[in-house]
């Protein structure tokens, strides 16, 4: 299998410009972007306690440990409030403050954003930050997170990663910089199992299933056939599967069906 003629130039141009720059910084953002009808944005200011609460739960499966999940107010991309996730190493240590999408209508496209900012760079272990219950998928998770110093999708269900985690793959993906706020956004197409990522705005070529196999990028992703994800909920946090300690937070989250911008 091989890539189109258009995308095979779009990777190896962008594996050239990942390798020599940094993302680029941030639109300036005071409030979050418009709410979607069909949709919803938390930017946490209602919160009244030190755990998340309202649409929030703190729950985590299997086991749980020293990682939290707190509203702080030291913090914040917008307001006053976000949530902070302390995120300590070994699977149940994990944190996650969560949310049902039972609001937000089925099938076509899903739109995520939200604003992240931690304060220790991606290990090359593999960590999740960000993680979404597939009830297509046997209720595995779709992951985001990080391996080899950079970000990347995971399949929990069979290990696939995006982008593969051969060097030329991972040069397409980027760090999650440290110590400033990110803009985080992705769209799922739940009716033909494809994925865009933007960091900051920007398309991450690295981070994106457009249905024809790349290799180094979506190959892999794409070996196991008929992937349609359809997400039950949106879970932010801490999740390691070895080495990796961080403390994260997250604000001004928005969801819908159309893209919500930085």
């Not at 020293?66 to 913090?75: F, K, Q």
């Not at 219950?133 to 929990?156: F, H, I, P, S, V």
């Not at 705005?201 to 249905?211: F, I, K, M, Y």
């Not at 039950?232 to 159309?258: M, P």
């Amino acid at each position: 299998m091989t890539s189109t003629p258009h995308r095979a130039l779009a990777v190896a141009a962008v594996a050239v410009a990942v390798a020599l720059a940094a993302p680029a910084a941030p639109r300036a953002s005071a409030r979050p972007a418009a709410c979607a009808a069909n949709g919803f944005c938390e930017d946490f200011e209602s919160q009244t306690g030190t755990t998340p609460a309202g649409r929030w739960t703190t729950a985590v499966a299997n086991c749980s440990g020293t990682g939290t999940a707190t509203v702080d107010t030291t913090m914040a991309h917008g307001g006053t409030k976000s949530v902070r996730i302390t995120g300590k190493a070994g699977y149940c240590n994990h944190a996650f403050a969560g949310t049902s999408l039972s609001g937000v209508p089925s099938g076509g496209d899903l739109y995520a954003r939200f604003w992240v900012r931690h304060t220790t760079a991606l290990p090359a272990q593999h960590v999740t930050f960000g993680a979404l219950r597939d009830a297509n998928d046997n209720g595995k998770d779709l992951r985001m997170g990080g391996q080899n110093k950079a970000l990347q999708w995971n399949r929990e269900s069979d290990d696939a990663t995006l982008p593969a985690q051969s060097p030329a793959g991972v040069a397409l993906s980027t760090p999650l910089p440290v110590n400033t706020w990110t803009c985080l956004e992705f769209r799922l197409d739940r009716t033909a199992g494809r994925l865009d990522t933007w960091v900051n705005g920007g398309l991450v070529t690295g981070l994106v299933v457009d249905g024809t196999p790349t290799q180094d990028v979506d190959q892999q992703w794409l070996n196991r056939g008929g992937w349609r994800p359809a997400p039950a909920d949106l879970r932010l946090g801490w999740e390691s599967y070895g080495e990796g300690e961080d403390t994260l937070w997250y604000d001004d989250v928005a969801v819908g069906t159309t893209r919500i911008g930085c």
